[in-house]
């Protein structure tokens, strides 16, 4: 949607090497107050519609909302190729990065303590396959009282470790005891409502419990370069954010 040519306002070269060793990047301002009260009545009419249904089903309200994009395309387009936002993006991922709709891509209004499982630490990927980077995008602010996201800086570069138990999603922290010294190293990453946390798919991180007695309402997203090795894209899985998907394969 932008050309490949790298966009103002990216990131410098001390930035970038921040990401890469932390795994994490706070980037604020990427809302107007405007934009933040507009994504906000979007995910709160789409809980208020779907609250009503699993009610009629006799099911609790939800707590993420997932499929994002394709409630509202024209709006969620908006926020993904938000010059800001796209620059950053071409920093650390390069000129042709993805917007994936099957990782991620949800909203979640948390207004109670949560769970513990929204607690635990956790990794968004179990190996570097697609460098995913996690977008969360705050429309209220996000302080240690009311839950922020909690992370382990520099966890990305521990090891992979597998799936300890059959269907299991192998990336929960204290299910593997190599991990257990450093359980108690997560730092609260406190966020204004319209800025965004970035940070790669391979740090643990999780939510805090939200004990502040209000609301604390995300969207998060999810990013990668395009896969240069994939000759057959899934376009009903991507959305192409910035330059093109190339092709550089070998084949005979």
Request: aromatic share 8%; glycine share 18%.
């Given at each position: 949607m932008l050309s490949n040519g790298a966009p103002e306002g990216g990131l410098t070269h001390t930035q970038v090497r921040f990401f890469q060793d932390s795994g994490y990047f706070r980037l604020p301002g990427l809302l107007s107050p405007r934009e933040i009260e507009q994504y906000k009545a979007f995910v709160l009419g789409e809980k208020r519609r779907e609250d009503a249904e699993r009610q009629a089903a006799?099911?609790?309200?939800?707590v993420k909302l997932y499929g994002l994009y394709d409630r509202?395309?024209?709006l969620m387009d908006r926020l993904i190729i938000n010059p800001k936002l796209v620059a950053t993006l071409w920093s650390l991922l390069g000129p042709n990065v993805v917007f994936v709709t099957n990782r991620h891509n949800h909203a979640t209004v948390n207004d109670a303590e949560g769970t513990k499982d929204e607690a635990r630490l956790h990794r968004d990927i179990l190996q570097p396959t697609r460098g995913l980077i996690t977008a969360?995008?705050?429309?209220?602010?996000?302080t240690p009282e009311n839950g922020c996201t909690r992370i382990v800086p520099g966890s990305h570069t521990l090891p992979y470790v597998g799936v300890p138990q059959l269907n299991g999603g192998g990336t929960w922290m204290d299910e593997h005891d190599e991990f257990a010294g450093l359980l108690e190293q997560a730092l609260p990453v406190a966020m204004p409502a319209g800025s965004v946390l970035l940070f790669t798919g391979?740090?643990?991180h999780?939510?805090?419990?939200?004990?502040?007695?209000?609301?604390?309402?995300?969207?998060?997203?999810?990013?990668?370069?395009?896969d240069e090795l994939d000759a057959i894209p899934d376009d009903s899985r991507q959305v192409m954010v910035t330059g093109s998907q190339l092709y550089r394969g070998n084949d005979r």
């Open positions: 006799g099911s609790g309200p939800v509202n395309r024209g969360a995008v705050y429309l209220e602010d996000s391979l740090a643990f999780g939510v805090g419990l939200n004990l502040s007695g209000k609301t604390r309402i995300s969207m998060t997203l999810g990013f990668r370069a395009a």
